[in-house]
């Protein structure tokens, strides 16, 4: 569930405080989450070890680590990390907690228990990373290069938006919020797209994310495994009114997910498509 902009704020926020952390003890409470990508022990590698800078590559958190080795977090649908004191109650489905020095945790939960923790060297190992395409907010990706990278592409333009091999870190939630800003029907086939709509879907990308990166490092604070989603405008409102027109707004299920738009603001038939 966390995308671009919640990875981006919480990337942010520990990059602030996790540099310099030393690791003293490792509970691996369910190892199913983890992936030991190296030769050694997942948690005698980490204990000792400290941590270097944050990073972020699509949906993937990426922790340096000093010993040279890194741990990648890719929380799929549900997986939350949380930085807090070792006196804070352990949310449901607490997995790995790393006591860090002065009392902190960093601690990952999952309900669903979907995504992975990885301890690599080579981060080209990591299911699903070398093949990522370009970050959606690249300032390199200019309107030229989504055009050339959209045109290589057949389908409906939410799968393509959502394709990770496309461009990198929007999910189901931000491909609504991005089709209802350049006003696309989300089952829209790729090539039936005018250049002038191409522009405006590549428009709303920046503004979208960049927007939810703004409101989330203002409401986000030290409350990292918190999901906000309350400020969108469609996705997750099925049935409230559109903010533009007052529609009210449309959720379906198809191809496996929620989709959320407004029938008049993104017209579009789901028949002869
Ligand atoms: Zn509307």
Not at 53 to 75: A, Q, T, Y
Not at 81 to 98: D, G, H, M, N, V
Not at 167 to 178: H, K, R, V, W
């Amino acid at each position: 569930m966390p995308e671009l902009p919640d990875l981006e704020v919480i990337k942010e926020y520990l990059q602030g405080v996790l540099p310099g952390q030393q690791i003293e003890e490792v509970e691996l409470l369910r190892p199913l989450v983890v992936r030991n990508l190296i030769a050694e022990d997942f948690v005698s590698a980490l204990v000792e070890n400290q941590f270097g800078d944050v990073g972020r590559r699509g949906k993937f958190l990426l922790l340096d680590l000093k010993s040279g080795e890194k741990l990648i977090v890719n929380p799929m649908l549900a997986g939350r990390l949380q930085y807090c004191q070792q006196s804070e109650r352990r949310r449901a489905k607490t997995f790995l907690i790393l006591h860090l020095s002065g009392s902190v945790d960093l601690r990952y939960s999952d309900v669903k228990a979907m995504g992975k923790v990885y301890l690599t060297r080579e981060l080209d190992l990591i299911p699903g990373f070398a093949e990522q395409g370009p970050e959606a907010l690249d300032p390199q990706l200019t309107l030229e290069h989504f055009q050339e990278r959209l045109r290589r592409r057949r389908g409906e333009i939410k799968g393509i938006l959502t394709n990770q091999a496309v461009l990198a870190g929007i999910g189901n939630a931000y491909a609504d919020e991005i089709l209802f800003r350049a006003g696309l029907y989300p089952f829209r086939k790729r090539s039936s797209l005018s250049a002038e709509e191409v522009k405006r879907l590549h428009q709303a990308i920046r503004s979208v994310l960049s927007e939810a990166i703004i409101t989330l490092r203002e409401r986000m604070g030290d409350d990292i495994d918190i999901k906000l989603r309350d400020f969108l405008e469609v996705h997750g409102k099925g049935g409230r009114p559109c903010p533009l027109c007052g529609t009210s707004i449309s959720e379906i299920r198809a191809r496996n997910r929620l989709t959320n738009f407004c029938r008049t603001c993104q017209p579009g038939t789901m028949i002869g498509r």
